[in-house]
């Protein structure tokens, strides 16, 4: 049953990639954060908006993982995302750090890979490091 549910979970992950990449294949990823979402709901527009927030970041780390572009860029594009949300420092942001671990899980990152992503990352602060490896962990 597990390694259905798995098979099941990268499939998801594969298709929401492709969908990304399929919508237009030029567009970066930065401008697709800089721009009004194309591949995810609107934020401030869902009753869900913490859901659509977790989700946006999570495919947007999903998308980094999948160009292997440039962390500076990765902050640039995540500190849009949170600013919508009126967090100002997303690095800090629990809530932040544990979805773009999710994100990382569902891009498969081996743990080894995403231990040396959050510290790459955030650096000294091991609570954001934590909290990304939380997220990472979120799915079975």
């Not at 947007?60 to 995540?78: N, V």
């Not at 849009?80 to 990382?104: K, M, V, Y």
Request: net charge negative.
């Amino acid at each position: 049953m597990r390694r259905h549910w798995l098979v099941l979970v990268s499939s998801l992950a594969l298709g929401l990639g492709l969908a990304c990449a399929s919508s237009n294949s030029s567009q970066t990823l930065s401008d697709s954060v800089s721009s009004p979402f194309k591949w995810s709901s609107s934020s401030a527009d869902s009753s869900t908006g913490q859901s659509a927030y977790r989700q946006d970041v999570s495919d947007y780390t999903i998308a980094f993982t999948r160009q292997r572009g440039d962390l500076e860029a990765l902050r640039q594009g995540l500190g849009r995302l949170a600013e919508r949300q009126g967090i100002t420092n997303w690095e800090a942001d629990p809530f932040t750090c544990a979805s773009i671990g999710l994100g990382l899980q569902r891009a498969q990152l081996d743990p080894a890979a995403v231990e040396s992503f959050g510290a790459d990352l955030f650096g000294a602060n091991l609570q954001s490091q934590q909290n990304l490896l939380a997220g990472y962990a979120s799915i079975p």
